[in-house]
């Protein structure tokens, strides 16, 4: 077995990505556990330490002070990794662990980065695999059927967009995907098992793809 660079994995993406299928796929690697959605409710976390942060700017250690507190941000942090263990439930034998969320899509790019960057400061190492899908495929799903194909494609595209962003900040320790290459079997499965130092096992991987993968 290789040595995991990371220690823990989020799964960046939005709605009938094929998420569902890269998620079977990166649980199928020995000590993985890659929870589903929660509703993106990491998001509120991230808005509390930040309200602590800035609580933290007009602390004060005198009694008769409004803002009476004496934050340890540190301290924090290491309580928001250990929620964030006790929420995905991460047993002893779990190596590497995260979630997959879809609802990037509906945020903006400053919150969106803002997310990320605060999931990898809970337990690091931490990877971003983004997972995207061809536009024209993913609006045939009902789950975008109130949407017309223009919107649907410039949703896609400014998360794209901001997916190379965030990449290109952030190259070593961010890895893109697409549905078609997980279906495919394309070179660039074997490449994400490389970038997450992970020996690829074919017949593993020939049998998540005969399971159906759904939400």
Known sequence: MAGARFRTLHVVTYGR?????LMGLLNSIDGYLIRGENLNCFEHLRRFKED????????????????FNALDEARVLRSLAQLQRDVL??????????????????MKRKEMFA????????????????????????????????LSARTVRRR???FEGSMEKYMAAHPERCFRIDYADVVGGTDRVRKLFEFLGEEFD???YRKVLQVRHSF
Do not use: H, M
């Not at 602590?52 to 803002?67: I, N, S, V």
């Open 17 to 21: 990505s094929g998420s569902t299928l």
């Open 52 to 67: 602590l942060r800035r609580t933290r700017q007009r602390e004060g250690a005198d009694t008769t002070f409004a803002w």
């Open 89 to 106: 439930a991460v047993g002893p034998d779990v190596r590497v662990y995260g979630f997959k969320e879809i609802r990037y899509i509906d």
């Open 115 to 146: 997310l990320l960057d605060f999931l990898s400061q809970l337990d690091p190492p931490a990877a971003v695999v983004f997972n995207t899908r061809n536009w024209d495929q993913v609006r045939r799903s009902k789950w975008w059927a109130k």
């Open 156 to 158: 896609i595209r400014r």
């Open 202 to 204: 074919a017949e593993a």
